[in-house]
């Protein structure tokens, strides 16, 4: 007969430490110095509603979640879970915790469907701790409704688990009925171009990252037209089920919402996540966010809309240490970034496994076309993060097997023998709208610096788990790589990367790939000359120091004020929302850089007023937004709200649209070097020198993409050549470059352009083409006198010298160039163009200059 130990209301242990000294099944024998040290600290705020715990990655965070949980369960008859990213981690978590440490955690992985009654009843009565992933929390009806402490591991990677909750994402490819009915609803309230963009139903390859928003005051006009047509698609059965949950979060706090799109894809979401409206969240007793980088400038505050977290930092010395080792290699140094990436995956062989860590499914598909083109790597076996996210075993025991994973820089541990290799291909950089709004289209790049530098370094320790672990680090991708090769970005990451990282971009000056071959084979034969190499890199890492995130502070003071005006806006308290902006901006004052956040909170600061009736202060705001930022192109959508007081529009707007496609050609050049922008230029001189017509109108395409417009040709016989379109306006080409003796613009050649801009009204409506001859010849033939028309015409030697001016100020555009999303350069490129003549303006009329019909005076057939 078992016997029945009645359970006791609860026991007294002293604190967590002590709580694992009574585990009597674990295997582990003791703590590590710094998971005591972090336990020890955690006693002195045991009482806080929100506090944040720094370990580094590998260093042993996840017990001690587990032990503060199983002690506030066992001390204080707390319910407690244990939150992780995916469900992978939810299974590595309570595998752990049972064969590890000798604690009886529940698995609430999947849906709360599938849970198990004992499970569900062991939890809701203290008797076991939960783990779970994000989502078991921020859902409609969750089980965890009613948690006394909350722990989120890996909180840094959080914002997208938690604001998803409150966003509505409706995309064309999915629901095209929806998308259709909505955007003609906003369509109104849309510019010029993005209408275009609409009605082309194409992104194209300039508008990759095109994103735009629609003004919270025109957003308020459309309310109940937007309520009612997302309340009938919610309700369709044919509709993605997400629509019926997250729409019921955000429906009657649209006006505290804010509306992002691209031409394929439209989020509604708030700009924090308003979790104090959540009760699950916001009663529980005690939320604990553990990271391995917590960061600075107030960026956890706003993931978890949280005013403040009280932060305990990462233990004495970790300051300084890091945990494994990982030798970076950077074959971009030498190679291009095809080459680097086969390079990269014929090191694969050298490993029984690797890691592949893309930013997105296109970057990964580039990646396993890759694998598979390479004869080396033709029969390994492909693992994605779905097979991974089910069970990381059937990866970890295959021998010859590469995972490649999209946007998935968190959530996969590889320890040990598990995985010894790692690729970082391209840049973890925004993952919604709106952060690609913020740092595209405001120039506020800055607020996501921390972000990215945690997304960064966590992608880079996915590897090395632990303080033996080793692992090699190859870098691929021209802004990843770029952002290793800044000393202001190294600076700022923790020293013991930073050594490693130094080491590697030093090694990476080599002629041959068998160079870096050889110090790959050194590295994992990792006898005395690697000893010799990772002494070295000991040696440095005390001789350096970790820089803070320019501008941290201010962000960092300002976040409590935005949480405040989140909180009010959300309630509808739209004086106090207006009040917490003041004070938001105020905190942000002085700060170059912060000029285009600074234009985002003029312009919230406006929305609350308007909200709140105050037309006057409204407008100001409105107007200060134009005094922050002039070149963002964004601003142009409120010019009708401040047009009482007169205010014009600066002349950068102007050029801010075509800046913004210039930015994204120029970040594909890369800042490497300048081999690529230099081809580009030779492609186009080549073709403009060329009689045949492919390669010259091929030239035109590319010099429209250099100029920042949209571009680009039809193939078919008697059609339109390269077409350029800024606006509503557009020139296109009929193109004539015969060679031999007299050749003339025949009445077949001047028909052709004459009929262009009709052939081209279908594909492009509301564009008014010009239509310029471009030709070699300066005769006409007496049969085409009377139908030139409005057709102009420039000589291709005049279009050459033309394309020279316009090559010679991209060039200098290039050379100031570094990041996307920066205000100065914006400004100066700006004042670069209209300095060099080349506004839209300034070229249509260099172009449109000379009409075809000149030619007749000279001499004609």
């Not at 604001?163 to 999915?174: A, D, H, K, N, Q």
């Not at 008697?718 to 613009?745: H, K, L, S």
Request: glycine share 6%; aromatic share 10%; net charge negative.
């Amino acid at each position: 007969m078992a016997f029945k130990i009645p359970q006791k209301s609860s026991v007294t242990i002293k604190d967590p430490e002590s709580l694992f000294r009574d585990l009597r099944d674990r295997t582990v024998e003791g703590l590590l110095a710094q998971q005591a040290d972090m336990l020890r600290i955690y006693m002195d705020h045991v009482d806080k509603r929100d506090i944040a715990l720094e370990l580094p990655t590998g260093s042993g965070k996840t017990l001690v979640g587990l032990l503060i949980a199983e002690w506030r369960r066992r001390t204080k008859r707390e319910r407690c879970v244990l939150l992780c990213p995916t469900k992978q981690l939810v299974h590595q978590v309570v595998e752990q915790a049972k064969e590890k440490y000798g604690i009886n955690a529940l698995d609430f992985s999947g849906s709360k469907h599938q849970y198990t009654d004992a499970d569900k009843t062991a939890f809701n009565n203290c008797e076991s701790m939960g783990v779970a992933t994000y989502s078991a929390l921020f859902n409609t009806n969750p089980f965890f409704n009613d948690v006394h402490t909350i722990i989120f591991d890996d909180a840094h990677a959080a914002e997208n688990y938690v604001s998803s909750f409150w966003s509505l994402e409706v995309r064309r490819y999915e629901d095209k009925t929806t998308f259709d009915t909505i955007w003609q609803i906003i369509a109104p309230y849309t510019t010029e171009n993005d209408q275009l963009r609409y009605d082309q139903a194409n992104e194209g390859s300039l508008d990759t990252s095109f994103v735009n928003k629609i003004p919270t005051p025109y957003l308020l006009k459309c309310r109940t037209a937007l309520t009612v047509a997302i309340d009938n698609a919610s309700r369709d059965a044919e509709s993605p089920e997400e629509y019926g949950y997250r729409w019921r979060m955000i429906r009657d706090h649209l006006h505290a919402c804010h509306l992002y799109y691209t031409s394929n894809s439209i989020l509604l979401r708030p700009l924090i996540a308003p979790t104090k409206s959540f009760a699950p969240f916001q009663n529980a007793r005690q939320r604990i966010y553990m990271s391995a980088t917590l960061g600075e400038g107030g960026d956890l505050e706003r993931i978890f809309g949280r005013k403040k977290i009280e932060r305990i930092p990462a233990p004495e010395g970790w300051d300084k240490q890091g945990i494994g080792r990982r030798f970076f290699v950077f074959p971009m140094r030498k190679w291009d970034e095809a080459t680097s990436l086969s390079l990269a995956i014929s090191w694969t062989t050298k490993f029984d496994r690797a890691l592949v860590l893309t930013p997105s499914n296109r970057d990964a598909n580039k990646v396993k076309e890759a694998i598979r083109a390479l004869p080396a790597t033709q029969s390994h076996t492909l693992f994605d993060a779905v097979q991974l996210e089910a069970s990381k075993k059937s990866f970890t025991q295959a021998g010859s097997a590469i995972a490649v994973l999209a946007n998935r820089y968190d959530g996969i541990d590889l320890i040990g023998d598990e995985c010894r290799y790692l690729v970082i291909y391209g840049l973890p950089e925004s993952t919604n709208l709106q952060e690609r709004f913020i740092i595209s289209r405001l120039g506020a790049s800055v607020l996501f610096q921390v972000r990215i530098r945690t997304r960064i370094t966590q992608a880079v320790g996915r590897c090395t788990r632990s303080s033996t672990d080793y692992a090699l680090v190859v870098v691929i991708g021209d802004k990843v790589h770029q952002y290793f090769h800044m000393p202001e970005k190294r600076e700022t990451l923790h020293p013991e990367l930073q050594a490693e990282v130094n080491f590697g971009v030093d090694q990476s000056k080599v002629d041959s790939p068998s160079e870096l071959g050889d110090n790959i084979d050194i590295f994992v034969d990792h006898g005395s000359d690697w000893k010799a190499a990772d002494n070295y890199i000991l040696e440095t890492r005390d001789e350096l120091a970790q820089s803070p995130i320019p501008y941290a502070i201010s962000l960092g003071n300002s976040v409590d004020h935005e949480v405040k005006f989140h909180d009010a806006l959300w309630a509808g308290d739209f004086d106090d929302a207006l009040s917490s902006a003041k004070d938001v901006l105020a905190s942000l004052e002085g700060g170059h850089d912060l000029k285009g956040y600074s234009a985002l909170w003029n312009y919230l600061a406006g929305s609350a007023a308007f909200q709140a009736n105050q037309a006057q202060v409204a407008q100001e705001h409105f107007a200060a937004a134009f005094s922050c930022a002039s070149t963002l192109p964004w601003l142009k959508q409120i010019q009708e709200l401040v047009s009482n007081q007169g205010q014009e529009v600066p002349v950068e707007i102007i050029y801010g649209e075509r800046i913004e496609r210039i930015e994204g050609v120029l970040e594909r050049f890369g800042k490497s070097g300048s081999v690529k922008i230099e081809k580009y230029f030779q492609n186009i001189r080549e073709g403009l020198s060329s009689s045949e017509s492919k390669p010259f109108e091929e030239a035109q395409v590319k010099l429209g993409r250099l100029l920042g417009f949209e571009t680009g040709n039809t193939e078919r016989s008697g059609d339109p050549d390269p077409w350029w379109i800024f606006g509503r306006q557009g020139i296109v080409f009929e193109d004539y470059t015969a060679t031999g003796d007299n050749p003339v613009v025949s009445k077949e050649k001047t028909l052709q352009a004459k009929a262009h801009p009709d052939t081209l009204a279908g594909e492009h409506p509301g564009v008014s083409f010009s239509v310029v001859f471009c030709s070699t010849s300066d005769k006409i033939h007496f049969a085409a006198e009377p139908h030139t028309g409005d057709v102009f015409y420039i000589k291709v030697d005049d279009f050459k010298k033309f394309s020279e001016e316009c090559m010679t100020t991209t060039r200098s555009l290039w050379d100031a160039f570094r990041e996307p999303g920066v205000i100065e350069w914006r400004e100066f490129a700006a004042h670069k163009i209209a300095e060099a003549r080349l506004g839209s303006d300034d070229i249509l009329t260099r172009l449109t200059s000379t009409k075809l019909s000149s030619l007749a005076g000279g001499k004609s057939l």
